[in-house]
């Protein structure tokens, strides 16, 4: 969700889409399946690959993607590798986690 803006299904198919996000500016939804990446057939650990892959050169990630009777090739153009959100503590405010996390005495 956080890289490419979409979440897939095992077979390809998109689950959700980020507002916004890449997936989202290429015109993908909620439906549309994502039959290869990179000329190769789907799979999920293939797509990581590709992520990574383009972190280190110019290349484009390229998807065909299936809407209906419809297949389209998406050339998407990302370098931030894989992305995942992360929890990070604020000096500046109370940690409340680690106070609700404290055993009671």
Do not use: C
Not at 41 to 49: I, V, Y
Not at 72 to 90: A, K, Q, V
């Amino acid at each position: 969700m956080y890289s490419l803006g979409m979440v897939l299904a095992e077979d390809g198919r998109l689950t959700e889409v980020l507002w916004d996000g890449l997936a989202f500016k290429n015109s993908m939804a909620i439906g549309h399946q994502v039959m290869a990446v990179n000329g190769m057939a789907f799979n999920g650990e293939r797509l990581k690959d590709a992520i990574r892959a383009a972190q280190k050169t110019s290349a484009r990630i390229e998807l065909i993607v299936k809407s209906g009777d419809r297949y389209r090739t998406i050339s998407i153009d990302y370098r931030d590798g894989l992305r995942y959100p992360r929890l990070e503590r604020d000096a500046g405010k109370p940690a409340r986690l680690d106070q609700i996390l404290t055993p009671r005495k």
